[in-house]
């Protein structure tokens, strides 16, 4: 299985809005939901967004419903995550993985194939 590959990460303004891609080999997207986490430095993995493997459902970690919506388009075999009203608390390098196992998605142990990730640095 290759490895997803993220991109789209910069240096932002509080307030602004940037859209995550991440693009994942055919035989990977089309296995698994896919999984959108973050880490801060000095700071764990956590999870930021889960999208099924069909598309229609999505779930958000707390510190970002409402302001990030995650996507995907089979076709292209990318998955997205639009980030709106980003805070400096957003800062981190984000990654993409599929969802390799069953059980509590936050939890990144369920997660494989991890990519390089994005840089996201949000300025106050």
């Known amino acids: 299985q290759e490895q997803p590959v993220e991109s789209g990460g910069r240096l932002v303004q509080a307030g602004d809005s940037l859209r995550l891609s991440c693009a994942a080999s055919g035989g990977t997207f089309s296995k698994h939901a896919m999984g959108w986490f973050r880490q801060a430095p000095g700071k764990e993995r956590e999870f930021v967004s889960l999208i099924s493997l069909d598309g229609l459902n999505a779930y958000y970690a707390e510190s970002v419903k409402g302001r990030f919506t995650i996507s995907r388009d089979n076709a292209k075999n990318t998955v997205y995550l639009q980030m709106n009203s980003l805070k400096p608390e957003d800062t981190a390098v984000y990654y993409c993985?599929?969802?390799?196992?069953?059980?509590?998605?936050?939890?990144?142990?369920?997660?494989?194939?991890w990519g390089q990730g994005t840089q996201v640095t949000v300025s106050s």
């Open positions: 993985a599929p969802r390799i196992a069953s059980g509590d998605y936050n939890d990144s142990h369920l997660y494989g194939y």
